[in-house]
């Protein structure tokens, strides 16, 4: 005869298997992503935005390097996942504008770079910097992670140690057992 675990011990399991899936649901699209996708059919390559803006050409070979660097560490406002270089949004063109008019004024890429993420916050550096803002975004993916092993480790060790004790028999149980043995010998 199995007896009921206690009211407690189910809620715990409840909370643990709640607690499983959310951490799968947000590691799932980081191993989506590390997985290596079987290779599909080359896709022709696609023009960057970049080189479709009506833009004189640069004078000097050296910033044009340093504009290509810098509109691609920004990222378009409006796509969200695309840089400027890719991107063909009206609004990536006036950045890229004004980006290229700041390069020829003479200004330095961490003043260009201080100068939209002012503007436009952080979200506007594919890479951001690591302060008060972003620790969420830097620390997150790794606590999860710990936090996964941490309830993997916890439920797989529980899981082996618990072991419930058997239940004593009571007096017309005995007997009954004593009667079932008695007629089998």
Not at 50 to 71: N, Q, V
Not at 94 to 115: K, N, T, W
Not at 149 to 164: E, N
Request: with cysteine.
């Amino acid at each position: 005869m199995k007896t009921r675990p206690p009211i407690d011990s189910l809620r715990r399991g409840r909370a643990r298997r709640a607690l499983g899936c959310l951490l799968w649901a947000a590691m799932l699209p980081y191993t989506v992503m590390a997985a290596d996708a079987p290779a599909a059919a080359p896709t022709p390559p696609v023009q960057s935005a970049a080189k479709i803006d009506d833009f004189a050409p640069f004078a000097d070979a050296a910033l044009e390097a340093r504009y290509r660097g810098l509109i691609a560490k920004l990222r378009c406002l409006v796509c969200q996942n695309e840089s400027l270089a890719d991107s063909h949004a009206p609004l990536a063109t006036d950045l890229r504008r004004e980006v290229r008019g700041m390069l020829e004024s003479g200004q330095a890429d961490a003043a260009i770079l201080a100068f939209l993420s002012e503007r436009y916050g952080a979200f506007v550096l594919y890479d951001p910097p690591l302060d008060a803002h972003t620790v969420l975004l830097w620390a997150g993916p790794p606590l999860l992670l710990l936090l996964g092993a941490g309830w993997l480790v916890s439920g797989l060790t529980h899981r082996s140690h618990t072991v419930t004790p058997p239940t004593p028999l009571d007096a017309s149980a005995r007997a009954a057992v004593k009667r079932a043995l008695a007629e089998e010998n």
